[in-house]
């Protein structure tokens, strides 16, 4: 008997419109839509330059050029009791590990570190989406929902919670200001631990008899993910300070959204809970410990930031609603910012700041309490709600709250509590889209959608600005007028342009703002002598030495106007003044052997370079000198080696690969050379007139810098 056709049902509209529906509520789709959402916004910044401090983390910090910082303890003790390495350098390892990886693949060029900046971000993006995703699947919530479970609401709120993440302008601050990953891959590994805790909890409790097992209890399908957690917490420990509060956050999640008896809970809990030693460890281990409790001790009381600790309290009382304003309503952003110091809590802005801030978290309070009441409507997303602004407080707390530091305010501070915020807006746009039935239905994803595609604008906007460093900084010049940093910045990337009369300009306004900072009245020296000034920076350079006779950095830069003038016998003098403050004084050891170099005592200028070497070996051009040196004395095996050196400090040295080049054509190795001048001219089209070693020589050397 033929078995009889099943005719095709006809498509209606509300067939179309159940698979149009299924397709957006795609994870698949919604992850595709992150990362491009998130590359289109970021990908006008793929040539944005160093900024900042990104310079001095960076390209100029000698632990990102060589390996050898993190190989080496004992040579890495030295560097960070010689200043030549910043004395937490361990505390943030993992970052400046990537940074040296950068650094090897790319060099200074910024492309690479801008991709992996985007990617960080993209990467913490979707875990957003995976954390409010497994969220609704955890048994509290479950139950809480009851017969009212929705997963297309429940997967379009974990995605509009990653799309307004990802798409926010305050998060340029951690993302397109390289040297800010520390902040951006700090969150990402805290983001995965959640992730990773919560994943291990739901397959422990879906693998035991009664739904309530811990990671323990659950096979490899839990514990994997719970190895993976605890690994996750260790490297967030060892990128930024902000990851202490990741295991409070943790345990919070683990009362809030898991059921069990409290003992279990520890026993999962207490691998986290312990990771939070890692940081005060690190920190004493890098110090005495009697020395690094009163260094705190002194931090607190407001030395070095200007700030006691109330002072710096009642500040953040302040800044936080900032910080509220600008995830709200994104206007005005600021690299650097102007911000008032408030010693009284009863200022208005500080007391009303206060209130505000209060009304929140008893806002929160109350949500949770609210939503452990059975006849709560929507009350699993009320917990969510809750659970956000929790996240947002503890978070901020590590960087908000009683130990000063330097700057009351930065955007990047932002970037991991704003995760937490965005998680309580979509849970209440759940809500509000329940209660208004189909109109809710209708009208929430359309208002959210509107958010993202307005805040992603702004987001691109905010990028253009960082895409030039003088457009950067006269923006924020504009928005801080008064403040001389920014003005000292500016001057500094005219400086780069080479553009000296608005660098001095600059400057000149800096100092008139803070006429007690020596440091841009050297720099304001140290320029009028580029530009030929030589009597004005003369006298600004003496008058520093005056104020300041214990500063080694006064008597070498008046070393290097000597030299600059053709007095190398008193150039010598000062750079000897220099040292004898302060031995290990890089810069003077660096000056005093060029200023040798110069005047052809090639024995003492080798024993100055030997001295940089063995401070910091990857100081640009000390190998670039040595093996100049050893090319003058004929041993240009010896000068091959320095020169390679020296491409291993700064790969994109035209002049090193040309020297180099040299040194193999003295030596026969017409290949080697062909290739070193390719690169060289390649590099700098203009060292093609020069051809013999002796011009090269004239070329390339000078005074030291």
């Not at 097992?213 to 300070?241: F, N």
């Not at 849970?427 to 958010?451: N, Q």
């Amino acid at each position: 008997m033929a078995k009889r056709k099943r005719l095709k049902k006809p498509e209606t509209a509300s067939t179309k419109s159940g698979a149009l529906r299924d397709f957006f509520s795609d994870p698949f789709v919604h992850v595709i839509a992150i990362i491009v959402l998130g590359f289109l916004i970021y990908l006008s910044t793929s040539e944005a330059p160093f900024v900042f401090d990104d310079v001095g983390n960076i390209p100029n910090n000698p632990a990102v050029r060589a390996m050898r910082y993190f190989t080496d303890g004992a040579f890495l003790d030295k560097a960070i009791a010689k200043g030549t390495v910043d004395e937490h350098f361990r505390s943030r390892i993992v970052g400046h590990l990537t940074f040296a990886l950068n650094y090897r693949l790319h060099g200074p060029r910024v492309l690479g570190y801008h991709v992996f900046n985007v990617l960080t971000h993209v990467t913490n993006s979707i875990l957003v989406y995976l954390l409010v995703l497994l969220t609704t699947r955890t048994p509290w919530f479950r139950r809480a929902a009851g017969d009212k479970k929705d997963p297309y609401a429940y997967r379009m709120a974990s995605l509009f919670a990653a799309l307004l993440f990802v798409s926010h302008p305050v998060q340029t601050g951690a993302v397109t200001y390289i040297s800010q990953r520390f902040a951006s891959l700090a969150t990402l590994f805290c983001l995965l631990s959640m992730v990773m805790y919560v994943w291990g909890r739901l397959a422990g409790a879906g693998n035991s008899a009664g739904g309530q097992a811990g990671p323990r209890h659950g096979g490899w399908r839990s514990r994997v993910p719970y190895g993976v957690s605890i690994l996750s917490a260790v490297l967030a420990m060892k990128t930024k300070e902000i990851s202490f509060a990741l295991p409070v956050v943790i345990s919070l999640y683990e009362v809030m959204f898991f059921e069990e008896k409290a003992w279990r809970r520890l026993l999962s809990l207490l691998p986290l809970l312990l990771t939070m030693l890692i940081i005060p460890v690190t920190v004493l281990g890098e110090k005495t410990a009697v020395t690094e409790i009163r260094r705190i001790g002194e931090s607190v009381q407001g030395g070095g930031s200007g700030n006691t600790a109330l002072s710096y309290l009642l500040t953040q009382f302040r800044v936080i609603v900032t910080y509220l304003r600008l995830l709200v309503l994104p206007v005005n952003q600021n690299l650097d910012y102007d911000y008032p110091v408030y010693h009284s809590f009863f200022t208005p802005a500080v007391f009303l700041s206060f209130i505000f801030l209060a009304v929140i978290f008893i806002s929160a309070v109350y949500l949770y309490r609210k939503s452990g009441r059975e006849e709560s409507a929507d009350r699993q997303w009320l917990r969510v709600i809750a659970f956000g602004i929790f996240w947002f407080f503890i978070t901020l707390s590590v960087e908000s709250s009683i130990i000063p530091l330097v700057d009351v305010i930065f955007e990047h501070r932002l970037y991991l509590p704003s995760a937490g915020l965005f998680m309580a807006v979509v849970s209440a746009a759940a809500i509000a889209e329940r209660r208004f039935g189909s109109a809710g239905a209708k009208t929430v994803p359309v208002f959210l959608s509107l958010a993202v595609l307005l805040l992603g604008v702004a987001a691109f906007q905010r990028n253009q600005v960082w895409r030039d460093t003088i457009r950067l900084w006269e923006d924020v010049v504009s928005k801080s007028p008064n403040k001389a940093r920014p003005y000292v910045n500016l001057g500094n990337a005219f400086l780069d342009l080479g553009q000296y009369q608005q660098a001095e300009h600059e400057f000149s306004r800096a100092l008139a703002l803070d006429p007690a900072d020596d440091k841009v009245r050297n720099n304001l020296a140290m320029l009028r002598l580029y530009m030929g000034k030589s009597d004005s920076a003369r006298r600004d350079l003496e008058l520093l030495i005056k104020r300041r006779p214990e500063d080694p950095m006064a008597y070498d830069n008046l070393g290097t106007f000597y030299a600059r003038m053709g007095r190398p016998d008193d150039a010598v003098e000062e750079y000897k003044k220099a040292l004898a403050l302060d031995p290990s004084y890089l810069n003077a050891h660096f000056n005093l052997g060029a200023t040798y170099f110069n005047k052809r005592d090639f024995d003492a200028a080798m024993t100055e370079f030997g001295i940089v070497d063995s401070i910091d070996p990857t100081r640009k051009k000390a190998h670039f000198y040595r093996g100049a040196i050893y090319f003058q004395r004929g041993l240009y095996e010896k000068a091959i080696t320095e020169f390679r050196k020296e491409l291993t400090a700064d790969p994109g040295s035209a002049d090193t690969y040309f020297q180099l080049g040299n040194a193999f054509s003295m030596l026969g190795r017409t290949s080697e050379a062909m290739a070193a001048y390719g690169t060289a001219t390649a590099l700098n089209p203009g060292l093609r007139e020069a051809r013999t070693p002796s011009e090269a020589l004239g070329k390339t050397l000078g005074t030291g810098e």
